[in-house]
């Protein structure tokens, strides 16, 4: 499915303007760094809901398709509840395409890159 030109440009927005975390999860991962895999941010995906028959695009911080794989990067907004169960809904819908979805806080990736990048690694092996 053509993804509309409105999510392309909310996803070119979210790219330009990463939050320190991302930034710093990005220059770890970008280019096969990590694992020689590829990764790709802020990439729109098409979901369907059989539910209530509605198309939905998603855009996961940080994707792996060779290991069906989601990053998502998470900072205080996460904490609210409305939000939360968005993430939550954004999470069962990538589940039911086979996606994993690992979260991590940003403070994680801030403070602890390595630690990060271990989990992942664990998670892919």
């Known amino acids: 499915m053509r993804v509309p030109d409105t999510i392309k440009e909310v996803a ?3 790219r330009k303007n990463m939050t320190p ?25 098409y979901m ?11 855009i996961p911080d ?10 998502e990067l998470d900072w205080n907004i996460h ?3 409305d939000v939360l169960l968005l993430d939550k809904h954004k999470e069962e819908l990538l589940k039911n395409q086979w996606f994993r979805v690992i979260r991590f806080r940003n403070e994680e990736v801030i403070q602890n ?5 271990e989990e992942i690694k664990t998670e892919i092996n």
Do not use: S, Y
Request: net charge positive; aromatic share 18%.
């Open 113 to 117: 890159m390595n630690k990060v990048l």
């Open 79 to 81: 904490d609210i509840p």
């Open 12 to 14: 070119r927005n979210l």
């Open 62 to 71: 940080f994707i792996c398709f060779e290991k069906d794989l989601i990053i």
């Open 21 to 45: 975390a991302e930034t710093i999860f990005w220059n770890h991962v970008k280019a096969k760094k990590f694992e020689w895999l590829k990764f790709q941010r802020q990439n729109p995906m």
């Open 48 to 58: 369907f809901t059989e539910n209530n028959w509605l198309d939905r695009f998603i």
